[in-house]
């Protein structure tokens, strides 16, 4: 089975609202690990593969996370093996969407790979917006759902 951009389209935007989702139970009191463990083995590729997972706001000896662990405290904190991660999806975003710019549409799709860039919208809900840049490779997994084995993100430059 080929991958569709339609395919890679709604990835995305299940990872968009997955982070939105976190943030909402959260305010909510709700079970946060639970909503961001179904995002992780909804969407990346750790149970199949190896995921070359870069965060915006990791650093040091922990800004790659190749577990599931490791991409879950990013997510939500609270992990004593990782201090300095505070929970990105905690803050909580209001809204969450992305922009496949690199190219025409953004998309490469290569066999049972697929390949985005662009920018990825952040919105809390003082009305304050972070872009971010993204790069996401996506998988087809034998279940045939698209989960990520590359997400790089970072700040943009700015030469001040």
């Given at each position: 089975?080929?991958?569709?951009?339609?395919?890679?389209?709604?990835?995305?935007?299940?990872?968009?609202?997955?982070?939105?989702?976190?943030?909402?139970?959260?305010?909510?009191?709700?079970?946060?690990?639970?909503?961001?463990?179904?995002?992780?083995?909804?969407?990346?590729?750790?149970?199949?593969?190896?995921?070359?997972?870069?965060?915006?706001?990791?650093?040091?000896?922990?800004?790659?996370?190749?577990?599931?662990?490791?991409?879950?405290?990013?997510?939500?904190?609270g992990d004593p093996d990782f201090p300095d991660d505070k929970g990105f999806a905690l803050k909580p975003w209001a809204r969450v969407w992305y922009e496949n710019s690199a190219a025409e549409n953004g998309i490469q799709i290569h066999g049972n790979i697929a390949i985005t860039m662009g920018n990825v919208y952040l919105a809390d809900y003082q009305g304050n917006e972070i872009m971010v840049d993204k790069t996401f490779v996506f998988r087809l997994c034998r279940d045939q759902q698209l989960r990520l084995c590359v997400h790089k993100s970072a700040l943009p430059y700015s030469p001040n």
């Open positions: 089975m080929t991958i569709t951009e339609d395919q890679v389209n709604a990835a995305q935007q299940a990872w968009c609202d997955g982070l939105v989702e976190i943030g909402k139970i959260h305010q909510g009191g709700g079970n946060i690990r639970a909503a961001a463990l179904a995002l992780i083995g909804g969407l990346y590729d750790y149970a199949e593969g190896v995921v070359f997972f870069k965060p915006t706001m990791a650093y040091g000896k922990q800004t790659f996370r190749d577990t599931a662990k490791g991409a879950l405290s990013y997510f939500v904190g």
